[in-house]
């Protein structure tokens, strides 16, 4: 691990001069070493680029096969073929439906639980949270075969309100953290005013509060909806008629199907169910900054 | 579990005088935590309760077993810590999360955040951005990309290929190094966030006066910057064992838990013998016995590091 180096310009200049020809000695030893962090980088690169451009270029290329090469011509074929109803677009609904609804519901329910925990003084309130940071780390997919019996016994299975209930709480202790954070960095001094002038602490949530803390339900809402839209396990215990599924399980149906001879379409499926994901990423990131300046709704 | 890099770190907003009134304090405090306990209790505490319950029952999946399951006490649990199977699952859960989490994960993740401090800047976006991009895939995708990457047509194999070495049958032959490097492969990006994260709050003076004191690279990085973020790390690697220890998905898609049982960990071996084999009992007393080691470790985590609740 010879590639640390964090030495600034501005340090070397305020090392005495005896240590200074020390500095210079090594100095030689670190152009190598930073030659060998970019290899090291180039090298990390590659590997975790290979498998991403193998579902780019196989997308584009009717005769793809699982092996990475650049197509010999390359055309939208795969992804007219696949745009049917039954092969895409319902199961994209349906993704739609599960996720949205999920984090609509998660959001929600959150943001009620979170005012509480982070606006009073309660006796429970620690060993609450302490329970939701629990179940925040605990393997809720080892879970789906008990899951999968509890919905028989409840008579939800292939439900998809039944899905999402399910999917909203287990998103839900990790929900209710995030937002309780962000409720934290709102000032509570604005409310405090409104209070004095009358207004119910509901009303100050849903006025104050909450315009205040935009950004940080965006971050929170697209959260568990990227988690909700990649989660592929639970709707595959719990959904089995294919009306109901979504694109993760559509897209592993499909596979099965017919893996071995259309990679292609396999390819541009996964393209088509993979970027939303990757926008509401970039999204997520542009919010995350913008919610550190919060703190700026008070003045003086 | 983006969190790390989001949680805002402004101050509280409490601490002031007033605050409303106690009057109605049920309505205020309590009623608005109710549609979250509800919602806790019947899907997260309801199937958790459930399934130490069914593990104690001899439910099947279909048949006059699935509606009518006997009790039938500890049977299951004497029978499944009886079964080679379960303790070679066992073996194959301990592999994967110290080599693609422990291991892997962690000690990638900390290369590239120690790499990039130093490499070029536009280098540094790329590198980033793909691991990143991995991470943020769903599942399934980056599944399917893995499981073309170590096919026998694969483009694993076309590499070796250029180097003389011949044709390996990775999913089957290896099928626990295909799901590890898989593994370490999605789940990078966040070790890397985090300790990117950490690094960046090291103060740079001490590493430098430590320079001035003449210890090398290696010495600095060892006595300094690693004590300086052991908090990072435990944290990191707490999470990134709870998060691979209920890995499905990849495996799943990867090799399906086989040849046989060969890559089958906790998670894949409790959904092979419920609807593979219809011993949804059996396969319950599996799925217990994973939240324990879940519960065990996130209790061992709260306990140790003291995760700031207020």
């Given at each position: 691990m010879s590639l640390v180096k964090n030495v600034t310009p501005a340090a070397e200049a305020v090392v005495a001069p005896t240590r200074r020809q020390r500095a210079a000695l090594a100095s030689p030893r670190r152009a190598p070493s930073r030659w060998i962090s970019t290899a090291a980088l180039v090298l990390i690169g590659v590997a975790f680029l290979v498998p991403l451009a193998w579902i780019l270029l196989s997308a584009f290329d009717p005769a793809a096969t699982v092996g990475i090469k650049i197509p010999e011509d390359a055309t939208f074929d795969n992804f007219s073929s696949v745009f049917t109803v039954d092969q895409t677009l319902r199961p994209l609904w349906n993704s739609t439906v599960i996720s949205l609804g999920t984090a609509v519901i998660t959001v929600a329910v959150s943001v009620l639980a979170a005012y509480p925990l982070s606006r009073y003084q309660m006796r429970f309130r620690r060993s609450f949270l302490y329970g939701i940071l629990f179940a925040t780390c605990l393997p809720i997919t080892a879970m789906m075969v008990p899951v999968y019996s509890l919905f028989v016994y409840l008579n939800l299975l292939d439900s998809v309100p039944g899905t999402i209930f399910f999917m909203a709480a287990t998103s839900l202790p990790m929900a209710i953290w995030m937002t309780k954070n962000f409720m934290d960095s709102v000032p509570i001094s604005l409310e405090e005013a409104a209070w004095v002038d009358g207004a119910s602490a509901m009303r100050a949530l849903v006025r104050i509060v909450l315009p205040l803390m935009r950004p940080g339900i965006a971050v929170v809402f697209i959260f568990v909806f990227t988690m909700a839209w990649g989660n592929f396990f639970v709707p595959f215990v719990l959904l089995y008629s294919p009306e109901h599924q979504p694109a993760a399980v559509a897209i592993f149906n499909f596979f099965g199907t017919y893996g071995s001879v259309a990679y292609g379409k396999l390819a541009a499926f996964s393209i088509l169910y993979a970027t939303p994901v990757l926008v509401l990423y970039l999204l997520v990131q542009k919010l995350s900054g913008g919610s550190f300046a919060m703190a700026g709704a008070v003045k003086g | 579990m983006v969190d790390v890099a989001l949680k805002p770190r402004a101050g509280r907003g409490r601490g002031t005088t007033t605050r409303p009134r106690a009057r109605r304090g049920f309505g205020r405090k309590v009623l608005p935590l109710v549609p979250a306990v509800a919602l806790l209790i019947v899907f997260l505490a309801g199937p958790i309760g459930y399934s130490l319950y069914g593990s104690l029952t001899n439910t099947a999946l279909t048949g006059y077993k699935a509606a009518n399951p006997d009790f039938i006490g500890f049977d299951n649990y004497t029978e499944l810590f009886a079964?080679?199977?379960?303790?070679?699952?066992?073996?194959?859960?301990?592999?994967?999360?110290?080599?693609?989490a422990v291991i892997g994960q962690n000690v990638l993740g900390m290369l590239l955040a120690l790499v990039s401090r130093s490499a070029a800047k536009p280098l540094r976006a790329v590198v980033g951005g793909l691991v990143v991009t991995a991470w943020v895939l769903p599942e399934i995708v980056a599944a399917f990309a893995l499981y073309a990457f170590f096919s026998t047509d694969g483009t694993l194999n076309a590499v070796l290929g250029w180097f003389g070495i011949d044709e390996t049958t990775w999913l089957i032959s290896f099928p626990m190094f295909a799901v590890i490097v898989a593994n370490i492969w999605r789940g990078t990006a966040?070790?890397?966030?985090?300790?990117?994260?950490?690094?960046?709050?090291?103060?740079?003076?001490i590493s430098e006066a430590a320079e001035i004191d003449g210890a090398g690279p290696v010495q600095r990085f060892f006595r300094i910057t690693l004590p300086m973020i052991r908090r990072s790390i435990s944290t990191n690697l707490m999470l990134t064992?709870?998060?691979?220890?209920?890995?499905?998905?990849?495996?799943?898609?990867?090799?399906?838990?086989?040849?046989g049982t060969n890559s089958s960990t906790l998670p894949v071996l409790a959904y092979q013998e419920a609807f593979k084999f219809s011993q949804v009992g059996y396969g319950t007393a599996i799925a217990t016995v994973t939240l324990a080691v879940g519960a065990i470790f996130s209790i061992v985590y709260i306990k140790a590091l003291k995760p700031e609740v207020d």
């Open positions: - | 079964s080679p199977d379960f303790w070679k699952s066992v073996w194959l859960t301990v592999l994967f999360v110290g080599a693609s966040f070790s890397m966030l985090v300790y990117n994260a950490a690094l960046a709050e090291v103060p740079p003076e064992t709870l998060q691979t220890l209920g890995v499905f998905t990849l495996i799943w898609v990867m090799t399906g838990g086989g040849p």
